[in-house]
Antibody, heavy 122, light 108 residues
């Protein structure tokens, strides 16, 4: 079964850091572009960051650029999101998502994790 | 950045109704549009991709159409399981995807 499982969410103070992880299984992880999407309480979906299959190219939303870093370890089928200098407005459920097709750039997201909750508050 | 505008924000309907949700892109995205369904406390579920291609396992009462900047999702006969929030997403911009603000489909 194709599965994504996020972890690492927590309560953190403004200015703090957190590292989210996403464990992938059931597919050839190294062949797929991966993405983080977040959803603030009661709000819609917001694309956060995308990393290409090899890990050598990354993209970020303006709202997180310079503070968040996406990375992956293809040998361990893991996706990461390092979040620094966290702000109140980063409070959200963070989902990892898999591109629908391998070997392409720019696809719909066919598999999502269950999400991990990040709360930024003093 | 490409902006996505969905309408309506909220839609009240009854079981058996035919409903349509629209999504407009701020610039052409060809057919690179997806639709997702999300229920409270759950992750989004892919319904439709490439504007009009039904994802495997999704009931045929769901259909999509459009190209360029105007798109729509239609549910031909609402079932109780369909009451949820729906999002469109453009993936034409390889440097960053964007979602519409969502349409909450409520029971009338």
């Amino acid at each position: 079964e194709v599965q994504l499982l996020e972890s690492g969410g927590n309560l953190v103070q403004p200015g703090g850091s957190l590292r989210l992880s996403c464990a992938a299984s059931g597919f050839t992880f190294s062949s797929y572009v991966m993405t983080w999407v977040r959803q603030a309480p009661g709000m819609g979906l917001e694309w956060v960051s995308t990393i290409l299959s090899s890990g050598d190219s990354t993209h970020y939303a303006d709202s997180v650029k310079g503070r968040f870093t996406i990375s992956r370890d293809n040998s361990k089928n893991m996706l990461f999101l390092q979040m620094n200098n966290l702000r109140d407005e980063d409070t959200a459920v963070y989902y990892c998502a898999k591109d629908q097709y391998s070997g392409t750039i720019g696809d719909a997201f066919d598999i999502w994790g269950q999400g991990t909750v990040v709360t930024v508050s003093s | 950045d490409i902006q996505m505008t969905q309408s309506p924000s909220t839609l009240s309907a009854s079981v058996g109704d035919r409903v349509t949700i629209t999504c407009r892109a701020s610039q052409t995205i060809n057919r690179w549009l997806a639709w997702y369904q999300q229920k409270p406390g759950k992750a989004p579920k892919l319904l439709m991709y490439a504007a009009s291609t039904l994802q495997s396992g999704v009931p045929s009462r769901f259909s999509g159409s459009g190209f360029g900047t105007e798109f729509s999702l239609t549910i031909s006969s609402l079932q109780p399981d369909d009451f949820a929030t729906y999002y469109c997403q453009q993936y034409n911009d390889h440097a960053g995807s964007t979602f519409g603000q969502g349409t909450k489909l409520e029971i009338k």
